[in-house]
């Protein structure tokens, strides 16, 4: 029979039969903890794969819900001991998807307009402003329960929405910002999509404690989306466009680390040379962009002792590993490394540590039951270790936990951990910046 996929970037038999079918996977995927399915599994969704390869089976409705459950948090690639590469697996499965399955009409709306507006940050910009004007309304709607009159995935559009007023969509992070004594590094910072927007101070936080740490940091003013939503849900060429596009800027920039903040965009910059593999004019070029990338606990970790004091801060923090940093970047290590050099600072990890929260890009917005029983859970765990603060080190997990929080009565803050070195480096109480 012949297979289901086509041949443009089908998921790689080698990869598929790297599988050995052990299980040591099943207990760290967050769909078989909730519902025990064994096509709900990375094993279960290999076999799937190798199964439509070989043509035995169609991509229907079913077929196709197993990979859409999956949030692609990659903690099977931590727990697997074959080192199988599932991240290539179910990016090229969901590009297969996305080409030869026709959606019902309501759902490829609903992506269309997601993957419209997210990658492109002047468009996200006008849809926030409104939101920001409407925040009133919206926060009185849901306090008054009327949220369930609309559809699912509407509610939890609502419910994730990010707490954001018109000054703080103003906000331009300098082009250009020198170093504090010496120069240690030259760093391009990617501002990212949502982040520049809803979380700019975050990035004014990055750029203060590169810049106290001896780091020149460009951002250039031109730059886009680095194209990690569209690359995990598996929309390769809109992926790879924005890639073109980020790779010219930094190259113009001439740094020598590319530094994200976001986990879900430095996962991304780092496949840059995968995605480009079989293109002869890009490949090379994307290698060595990915080479040169870190995330912004890495680049603090590598330069080494710290040159900016660090004054106390004397609260407890439960710090939450977003996925795309431990699991899919492989660092756990860094920023525990920097929360634990602020002095007076308590430093927790929730249970089930390793098990994803449910934001996963746009997965709590296109799945928001399974989304929202993860992020319930995870706030579960969170609650156990009484924090006066959570980190993250992503956006997304930082209103995914937001939410789940209102939802339990629970408004922690949350920050990112480049926030509180900000706060320890400039002698501040990150609850009041």
Request: proline share 6%; charged share 20%; hydrophobic share 40%.
């Given at each position: 029979m012949s297979s289901v996929f086509d041949s443009v970037d089908p998921p790689q038999p080698s990869l598929i039969d790297a599988c050995v079918h052990c299980g040591f996977c099943l207990p760290s995927c967050p769909t078989y903890l909730l519902w025990g399915e064994e096509m709900d599994s990375p094993r279960g969704r290999i076999y799937l794969m190798k199964a439509a390869l070989e043509g035995r089976a169609a991509m229907t409705p079913s077929f196709v819900a197993h990979f859409d459950n999956c949030l692609g948090c990659m903690a099977c690639v931590t727990a697997c001991p074959s080192g199988v590469q599932y991240g290539p697996l179910i990016e090229r499965t969901r590009a297969q998807i996305e080409r030869r399955y026709r959606r019902p009409v309501a759902d490829r709306l609903f992506r269309s307009l997601l993957f419209a507006l997210l990658p492109y940050p002047a468009r996200l910009r006008v849809a926030l402003a409104v939101l920001a004007m409407s925040g009133w309304l919206l926060r009185a709607v849901e306090g008054m329960g009327l949220l369930r009159l609309l559809?699912?995935?509407?509610?939890?559009?609502?419910?994730?929405?990010?707490?954001?007023?018109?000054?703080?969509?103003?906000?331009?992070?300098?082009?250009?910002?020198?170093?504090?004594?010496?120069?240690?590094?030259?760093?391009?910072?990617?501002?990212?999509?949502?982040?520049?927007?809803?979380?700019?101070?975050?990035?004014?936080?990055?750029?203060?404690?590169?810049?106290?740490?001896?780091?020149?940091?460009?951002?250039?003013?031109?730059?886009?989306?680095?194209?990690?939503?569209?690359?995990?849900?598996?929309?390769?060429?809109?992926?790879?466009?924005?890639?073109?596009?980020?790779?010219?800027?930094?190259?113009?920039?001439?740094?020598?680390?590319?530094?994200?903040?976001?986990?879900?965009?430095?996962?991304?910059?780092?496949?840059?040379?995968?995605?480009?593999?079989?293109?002869?004019?890009?490949?090379?070029?994307?290698?060595?962009?990915?080479?040169?990338?870190?995330?912004?606990?890495?680049?603090?970790?590598?330069?080494?002792?710290?040159?900016?004091?660090?004054?106390?801060?004397?609260?407890?923090?439960?710090?939450?590993?977003?996925?795309?940093?431990?699991?899919?970047?492989?660092?756990?290590?860094?920023?525990?490394?920097?929360?634990?050099?602020?002095?007076?600072?308590?430093?927790?990890?929730?249970?089930?540590?390793?098990?994803?929260?449910?934001?996963?890009?746009?997965?709590?917005?296109?799945?928001?039951?399974?989304?929202?029983?993860?992020?319930d859970r995870k706030a579960t765990h969170l609650a156990a270790l009484a924090p006066d603060i959570i980190a993250t080190a992503n956006p997304g997990c930082m209103l995914q936990i937001a939410a789940a929080g209102r939802r339990a009565g629970r408004h922690w803050p949350i920050v990112h951990p480049v926030e509180l070195l900000d706060a320890s480096i400039r002698g501040v109480d990150v609850r009041r910046t």
């Open positions: 559809p699912r995935r509407l509610q939890a559009a609502v419910a994730l929405a990010p707490r954001i007023s018109l000054s703080s969509l103003g906000a331009q992070t300098p082009s250009y910002t020198p170093a504090s004594g010496e120069l240690r590094l030259r760093a391009g910072l990617l501002t990212g999509c949502v982040q520049r927007l809803a979380f700019s101070h975050v990035n004014r936080a990055t750029v203060n404690v590169l810049a106290a740490e001896g780091c020149s940091v460009s951002a250039p003013p031109a730059q886009g989306c680095c194209g990690a939503l569209p690359l995990h849900a598996g929309n390769f060429e809109q992926a790879r466009a924005l890639a073109r596009r980020t790779i010219e800027e930094f190259e113009r920039a001439g740094v020598d680390r590319v530094v994200a903040n976001a986990a879900g965009c430095g996962s991304c910059l780092k496949e840059y040379g995968a995605l480009f593999a079989d293109d002869p004019e890009w490949s090379a070029r994307a290698g060595r962009f990915s080479e040169r990338v870190r995330d912004i606990s890495e680049v603090l970790v590598e330069l080494g002792e710290p040159r900016a004091r660090r004054h106390p801060i004397h609260a407890r923090v439960a710090y939450h590993d977003a996925c795309h940093l431990s699991h899919a970047q492989g660092v756990y290590t860094q920023p525990r490394q920097l929360l634990a050099s602020i002095p007076g600072l308590e430093v927790t990890s929730p249970a089930e540590a390793d098990i994803c929260c449910g934001s996963a890009g746009i997965y709590n917005l296109v799945e928001p039951d399974a989304a929202g029983a993860l992020g």
